[in-house]
């Protein structure tokens, strides 16, 4: 079963531009999560996907981020404009079904961004 | 509100020497779920075990094992006869019922030295 599959691994912009990654998760599962984890730290949710519906952004910076799921599979997200703080990696995760009893969130191979 | 500590930042071994990696976590929640995940230098998160808050049987999978206590709120992983390929950071999370948002601590750094 292949897993989740996250483009591209490597990102480097400068700051004010503008960049997106993309996020393929497991076949068949329907929520989709997007992470930011800085140097040093653990990982931070930003958004939750339920099939194409939101289910939680309230860490997202709305100001400059911006993330989809139009059709329910994949996954887009976007900063606009990138500061120096966005440096991080990025990575997206997907369970089964979002039930609120702690479904297993598998991880994608993540996107390191450097915004210089 | 939910919080994971992990309070060992980097931890320094040789190999075939025995490993526990601290987590305690905080919730008020009756009903949460804890995991732990092993990043290696790859990147990506590998998940390691999910444990919910009604079962406290501790757990052994070949070199790993995991204490669960809720007296104490920890939730603590051993690796035994640790191997060069177990350098990773390792992460405790928790999630509570009702949201699948997991917040993790803040890692551990394992190098096992040959």
């Known amino acids: 079963e292949a897993g989740v599959a996250q483009s591209p691994r490597y990102k480097i912009i400068e700051k004010r531009q503008s960049v997106a990654f993309w996020c393929n998760p497991i076949s068949g599962h329907a929520t989709l999560y997007w992470y930011q984890q800085i140097l040093g730290q653990g990982p931070k949710l930003l958004i939750q996907?339920?099939?194409?519906?939101?289910?939680?952004d309230s860490q997202l910076p709305k100001d400059r981020f911006s993330a989809e799921r139009l059709k329910g599979v994949d996954s887009t997200l976007k900063i606009q404009p990138a500061k120096l703080e966005d440096s991080a990696v990025y990575l997206c995760?997907?369970?089964?079904?979002?039930?609120?009893?702690?479904?297993?969130?598998?991880f994608g191979p993540g996107t390191r961004l450097l915004v210089l | 509100a939910q919080k994971v500590t992990q309070a060992q930042t980097e931890i320094s071994v040789v190999e075939k020497e025995d490993v526990t990696l601290d987590c305690v976590y905080e919730t008020r929640d009756t009903t949460y779920y804890l995991f732990w995940y092993k990043q290696p230098p790859s990147g990506e998160l590998v998940f390691l075990i999910r444990r919910n808050s009604f079962d406290e049987q501790n757990e052994i999978s070949g070199r790993y094992s995991w204490n669960f206590q809720k007296s104490t709120s920890s939730f603590n992983f051993t690796i035994t006869a640790s191997q060069v390929v177990d350098s990773a950071v390792y992460f405790c999370?928790?999630?509570?019922?009702?949201?699948?948002?997991?917040?993790f601590g803040k890692g551990t750094k394992l190098t096992v030295n040959p």
């Open positions: 996907f339920q099939n194409n519906g939101v289910v939680d």
């Open positions: 995760a997907s369970s089964l079904r979002t039930k609120g009893r702690g479904e297993t969130q598998y």
């Open positions: 999370a928790l999630s509570e019922a009702g949201s699948e948002k997991l917040v």
